[in-house]
T-cell receptor, first 115, second 116 residues
């Protein structure tokens, strides 16, 4: 069974801090994704990566960066956290779609509060 | 830009009632369509998907969805809901570019509460 593990379930940080959210998958998936989930807005894609050291912006990349140094790990970085980044963050992974449809598998999420 | 609309934000039903959740998308080309479900305290999981063929798709736990291309819709249905169906439901679309990493575009979600 695919396992996508997010390092923290709950996190509280202060405005201006640099925040790291970590995600690890155990299925050798090429694709990894970071979303944020807000009430009434659904899931919005922040960044995704289709290979090590490769990244592409999603729909709302402002204020975020990502790092993928190893295939199994995809980190989301809030360079200088602000209160409007308080949200639930979801990580997902999938195989490349070129091999046919491949579902995205989601982690349990990190609920981040910026004070 | 592509978008997905879910018109029902909150739905409250009694057990055994029938369910239909609306989903409309805006994209003129070929699409792949999905419904995801998030049970309280659990991760998001795939309920069903449509890629091609029979527009009536059956998923897990008795759910089904019908793709109506002329209406750009992919509504989710269940004839008789149970208390355990209480969850948030998300419709998602990915334009079929044939690429290796098709991004999912999610709707805003529908919170379903089933009363025993």
């Amino acid at each position: 069974d695919v396992k996508v593990t997010q390092s923290s379930r709950y996190l509280v940080k202060r405005t201006g801090e640099k925040v790291f959210l970590e995600c690890v998958q155990d299925m050798d998936h090429e694709n990894m994704f970071w979303y944020r989930q807000d009430p009434g807005l659904g899931l919005r894609l922040i960044y995704f990566s289709y290979d090590v050291k490769m990244k592409e912006k999603g729909d709302i990349p402002e204020g975020y960066s990502v790092s993928r140094e190893k295939k199994e790990r995809f980190s989301l970085i809030l360079e200088s956290a602000s209160t409007n980044q308080t949200s639930m963050y979801l990580c997902a992974s999938s195989l490349l779609w070129g091999q046919g449809y491949q579902p995205q598998h989601f982690g349990d999420g990190t609920r981040l509060s910026i004070l | 830009a592509q978008s997905v609309s879910q018109h029902n934000h909150h739905v409250i039903l009694s057990e055994a009632a029938s369910l239909e959740l609306g989903c409309n998308y805006s994209y003129g080309g070929t699409v792949n369509l999905f419904w995801y479900v998030q049970y309280p305290g659990q991760h998001l999981q795939l309920l069903l998907k449509y890629f091609s063929g029979d527009p009536l798709v059956k998923g897990i736990k008795g759910f089904e969805a019908e793709f109506i291309k002329s209406k750009f819709s992919f509504n989710l249905r269940k004839p008789s809901v149970q208390w355990s169906d209480t969850a948030e439901y998300f419709c998602a679309v990915t334009p079929n570019y044939g690429g290796a990493t098709n991004k999912l575009i999610f709707g805003t979600g529908t919170l379903l509460a089933v009363q025993p």
